[in-house]
């Protein structure tokens, strides 16, 4: 099966300043690369998404990368602010099944 | 609805007593899924259902668990004779056919207390 893992599983970042997450998967038939949102009390939400067949998607502050030879995908966060502060999840899929990472607990710091 | 809907948000439950966690999906969603989310941990797969085909519950980790849904409506988790092992968020997401394109979409989750 599907192998996902993410770092780091903490991060603090100081308001405006840039954030990472990183993800590598095992599954080089895994072609749908979600990222989640989690804030306290709710439950995940989608806030961006990448294909197998695109190297690069930005929306907005964030942006998606995804290096298929690699098999890592990374979550790039600018000028943060905090209310970006949350637990982010990234994902792999290839069929009906998604594999989620452990998860990154940031923290913007005012 | 507008979203998915879990009930009871929280459960409070001794141990070895059952409990049924409830689902409302998205209206016209075909997949519905249910993960389990311990205390600063990932999401844990447990069960799949796909409109009327049988489900993938290759995730349960045991027999105390079980599932069902009928059609694309409401699915109901059950976990029987309750352990403290079992405390968590027990999330519920759906997804339309084109799932690749619209991703899930989660519930707000049941956080469960064995005691």
């Known amino acids: 099966g599907e192998n996902v893992e993410q770092h780091p599983s903490t991060l603090s970042v100081q308001e405006g300043d840039s954030a990472v997450i990183k993800c590598t998967y095992s599954?080089?038939?895994?072609?749908?690369f979600p990222w989640y949102k989690q804030e306290l009390g709710k439950g995940p939400q989608l806030i961006i998404d990448i294909r197998s067949n695109v190297g690069e998607k930005k929306d907005q502050r964030i942006a998606v990368t995804l290096n298929k030879t690699a098999k890592h995908f990374s979550l790039h966060i600018t000028e943060t602010q905090p209310e970006d502060s949350a637990v982010y999840f990234c994902a792999a899929s290839k069929g009906n099944q998604f594999y989620f990472g452990t998860g990154t607990s940031l923290t913007v710091i005012p | 609805g507008a979203g998915v809907s879990q009930s009871p948000s929280n459960k409070v439950t001794e141990k070895g007593k059952d409990v049924e966690l409830r689902c409302d999906p998205i209206s016209g969603h075909t997949a519905l899924y249910w993960y389990r989310q311990r205390l600063g941990q990932g999401l844990e797969f447990l069960i799949y259902?796909?409109?009327?085909?049988?489900?993938?519950k290759s995730g349960l980790p045991s027999d105390r668990f079980s599932a069902e849904r009928t059609g694309e409506s409401v699915s109901t988790l059950t976990i029987q004779r309750t352990q403290q092992e079992d405390s968590a968020v027990y999330l519920c997401?759906?997804?339309?056919?084109?799932?690749?394109?619209?991703?899930?979409?989660f519930g707000s989750g049941t956080r469960l207390t064995v005691v």
């Open positions: 259902f796909q409109g009327n085909s049988a489900p993938d």
């Open positions: 599954d080089s038939a895994s072609n749908y």
């Open positions: 997401a759906s997804s339309s056919r084109d799932r690749v394109i619209y991703g899930y979409t």
